[in-house]
């Protein structure tokens, strides 16, 4: 429900306030008053273009606030929470559009698209900024405005579905249907994914092979780089490494004059005097542990110099090993591990592709079977559709009856779904989350006519009409909080024109209706009286919209009975009006 909407600077409106209330507000005023500069203003907060042209003359920019009652476990609700909006019971939506002439650059978030037709504009849901497009998918589920020329939700076909399913109590049908779409749809998806990774099975299979034989017939071993690196620095300096080695024994051990015998000869002289000091005796004891330990390093190296030899065979053998393992390193390295790791994985690899062929005949199977069970569900909602389709369509012909139109055939259309792509099809209709059924309401104006759809009915009285007839059957149904009609009684009058009114005023029973009208037929009905005057202040046109007194209703429908010069008969005709409507409660 729409509680208040202020603007400021809207064409003729420098401010603007008007705060609708529960049930069947009404909206009058003279021609070019400024009664459709309001909607102009409304539509911005349900993401309309931000046209330039509706900043007021001389001023910057303008800009337009709504505040929404929003009710817990709503769709607006549902989008809202989806979209990351906070918001609890209330929703201030507010959009700021600049003029034309302000050339300061777009902040972020402003819209930019058809710049030429649109000016920049900044949208804002409860604080948070946010685009143009997210209000207008909101907008659905805040409002529906109808005219001789739109409505936002009831001519676009897109919407008929769930009309029908709401009004034959499908929702909830459809909602389990759209479940188990969803879960075919994630089978079909991983079906795709197995068959796509199956075309190219035998040429992947071959490539991961060849890299495991490569691997395999190298047989690297963790850590085998470094060790033979280090072999192969032995093997190339032999020669140098011998010489060194038995120089080192000769000199520690073995040789005359070797550093064990003098470390031996000093040690037993620090000894012998230890005797005398006994402090020294562990500077003996360290003499002689240091030649201990030189001395099987002699022996040590004693030994390695004579297992050392020049072995160019080996040397040849121990190369090609490097150059093999360096070739496989520099493309899965850089070391062994990484090496092994990847052969490991190239393993995984080949042994899923071997499966994938049992993999994809699974899911075939898995498939079909929930394709089977979801066209059964698909072809029962179908058949209540239709069921329910008949019924719709009766209850909207009596309406455009009551309406003045007792000719006209009303036909919802239950049509399989059009085909597309690869899209899944049962019995030849596209399988969607909302079944396989594509619906359309179908109106026949005139006896003898074919019936058309509703979003091509040349006349705008017609249409009119036939947007009434379908929210007064719709009325406690359709996801909108507010249903605003602008002008909809354009080109009726009397009997008829009461009967519209009527229409309007049951609607109001269920949801929250805004009527701009020129009919004093209508307006005496109304809960709620607004007027838009128009004056000039200072050689400046303003507009203003009030709310109006009991005295002053009866003026105002006075004034729209009788003309610019109201009588006394129109007077009594006002309040007898007025008076009918209050006594009918």
Do not use: W
Request: aromatic share 2%.
């Amino acid at each position: 429900m729409l509680v208040q909407l202020t603007a400021r600077n809207i064409v003729l409106f420098e401010r603007l306030t008007l705060d609708l209330q529960p049930g069947f507000n009404v909206l009058t005023g003279e021609t070019g008053a400024g009664k459709s500069m309001i909607l102009d203003a409304f539509a911005l907060v349900l993401g309309g273009r931000a046209r330039p042209d509706i900043v007021r003359a001389g001023e910057r920019e303008a800009e337009v606030e709504a505040l929404f009652e929003v009710e817990p476990g709503s769709r607006v609700a549902a989008r809202l929470e989806a979209s990351g909006l906070p918001f609890e019971r209330e929703l201030v939506v507010r959009r700021v559009v600049q003029s034309s002439g302000d050339k300061q650059a777009p902040e972020k978030g402003a819209d930019k698209s058809d710049k030429k037709a649109e000016g920049r504009s900044r949208a804002f849901v409860n604080g948070r900024l946010c685009t143009a497009a997210q209000l207008a998918e909101l907008a659905a589920d805040l409002c529906d405005v109808s005219s001789q020329h739109e409505s936002v939700s009831l001519t676009d076909p897109a919407t008929h579905i769930e009309y029908l399913d709401a009004f034959g109590k499908l929702s909830a049908a459809r909602d389990a249907l759209a479940e188990e779409v969803d879960a075919l749809g994630a089978i079909t998806k991983e079906l795709d994914a197995v068959r796509a990774a199956e075309r190219g099975r035998a040429e992947r299979e071959d490539f991961l092979a060849y890299q495991l034989r490569e691997i395999g017939e190298v047989d690297p071993q963790p850590g085998e780089e470094t060790e033979l690196e280090n072999e192969r620095g032995r093997l190339r300096h032999a020669e140098k490494i011998a010489e060194a080695t038995r120089r080192a024994a000769e000199r520690l051990y073995e040789g005359e004059g070797a550093i064990c015998d003098e470390l031996a000869r000093l040690g037993a002289d620090i000894d012998a005097v230890a005797l005398i000091d006994a402090s020294l005796g562990p500077i003996a004891r360290t003499l002689e542990s240091s030649r201990s330990e030189l001395a099987d390093a002699a022996r040590a190296l004693s030994r390695y110099a004579e297992g050392v030899e020049s072995n160019p065979a080996r040397l040849a053998e121990v190369e090609e090993r490097m150059f093999r393992l360096q070739k496989l390193l520099r493309k899965h390295g850089p070391t062994t591990t990484e090496l092994l790791l990847h052969r490991d994985s190239l393993a995984r690899d080949l042994a899923a592709l071997t499966s994938a062929s049992d993999r994809a005949a699974e899911l075939e199977a898995k498939r079909d079977a929930k394709l089977s069970l979801v066209g059964v569900s698909a072809r029962t909602l179908s058949k209540k559709r239709r069921e329910a389709a008949d019924k719709l369509a009766d209850a909207i012909g009596r309406e455009l009856a009551s309406l003045g139109m007792g000719r006209a055939r009303v036909v919802v259309d239950v049509a399989p779904s059009q085909l597309s792509g690869d899209s899944l099809s049962v019995d030849g209709a596209r399988l969607g989350r909302s079944g396989i059924d594509r619906v359309e309401f179908l109106i026949a104006p005139n006896k003898g006519e074919d019936p058309r759809p509703l979003r091509r009915i040349a006349s705008g009285g017609e249409l009119s009409r036939a947007l009434l007839a379908l929210k007064r059957v719709l009325a406690d149904r359709g996801p909108a909080g507010l249903y605003v009609f602008d002008e909809v009684d354009a080109g009726v009058g009397g009997a008829v024109a009461e009967v519209i009114g009527r229409a309007m005023a049951d609607i109001a029973r269920h949801r929250q209706v805004l009527c701009i009208t020129h009919l004093p037929q209508i307006a005496a009905l109304a809960d709620v009286h607004f007027v838009v005057d128009k004056a000039e202040t200072k050689g400046r046109t303003n507009s203003t919209v009030r709310k109006l007194r009991d005295d002053e209703r009866i003026e105002e429908v006075a004034r729209m009975i009788g003309g610019v010069k109201v009588g006394d008969a129109a007077k009594r005709a006002a309040e007898e009006m007025i008076r009918a409507r209050n006594q009918a409660g």
